[in-house]
């Protein structure tokens, strides 16, 4: 089983719609929790960190659930360009490397 | 705002050659990680290094070494190249801790090295 776990996709959805993606992860000692955004053939750029308040920037609200060890990304009003995989990632022990899920993949449509 | 630089960008080698990766972290940050990620797959985590040691190992192959030298930058050096090592290969590097009181530091990804064994 793998460490963080991801829906594969991938979700087509159109222009203006509201998606949710959905993570779980194993290591109950995991302490740093990221949304990050990869477009084909690039490297993953941060779109957001994820604490246990929940947060939200701008059409994007992230939240995380230590007890059922979840993790969550919504994203409002879809936009075109917001196609991409986007990956759950977790930081787990004292050297901080980073553990990432499959990705989920989005499409945005018309 | 300078961001990590990785070099080259694009690299083409024969099965049984060797390849060296090159990755300059932003300035300041002391902190460099390696990551392979194959068509299709999720960025494996291959190694890191704070302040010039080697701080975690992970599923890097014994074929494959890599140091951090003192102005920061870090290598990649992999040997006796096999079709399965073709992946993109990202750095990325990083202001230890990376969460401090709340604050985000982050982690910035280099554009990755895109290796093609033949």
């Known amino acids: 089983r793998k460490e963080v776990e991801q829906d594969p996709g991938p979700f087509n959805v159109p222009e203006g719609a509201t998606v949710a993606f959905n993570c779980t992860y194993s290591?109950?000692?995991?302490?740093?929790f990221f949304w990050y955004r990869q477009d084909c053939r690039k490297e993953p750029k941060l779109l957001m960190s994820v604490y246990s308040s929940g947060n939200e920037d701008g059409r994007f609200t992230a939240q995380l659930n230590r007890a059922s060890q979840y993790i969550s990304l919504l994203i409002r009003d879809s936009k075109l360009s917001d196609s991409a995989t986007y990956l759950c990632v977790v930081v787990t022990g004292t050297a901080s490397k980073l553990t990432f899920g499959t990705g989920t993949r989005l499409q945005v449509t018309l | 705002a300078a961001g990590v630089i990785q070099s080259p960008r694009h690299l083409i080698k024969e099965k049984r050659e060797t390849a060296t990766l090159k990755c300059y972290p932003i300035p300041r940050h002391d902190t460099v990680y390696w990551y392979q990620q194959g068509p299709g797959q999720d960025p494996q985590f291959l190694i890191s290094f704070y302040e010039k040691m080697q701080s975690d190992k992970g599923s890097i192959p014994d074929r494959f070494s890599a140091q951090q030298f003192s102005d920061y930058h870090s290598e990649l050096n992999m040997s006796s190249l096999e079709l399965g090592d073709s992946a993109l290969y990202f750095c990325?590097?990083?202001?230890?801790?990376?969460?401090?009181?709340?604050?985000?530091?982050?982690?910035?990804f280099g554009s990755g090295t895109r290796l093609t064994v033949v």
């Open positions: 290591n109950s000692a995991s302490q740093s």
């Open positions: 990325a590097s990083s202001l230890q801790p990376p969460l401090d009181r709340g604050l985000n530091y982050g982690y910035t």
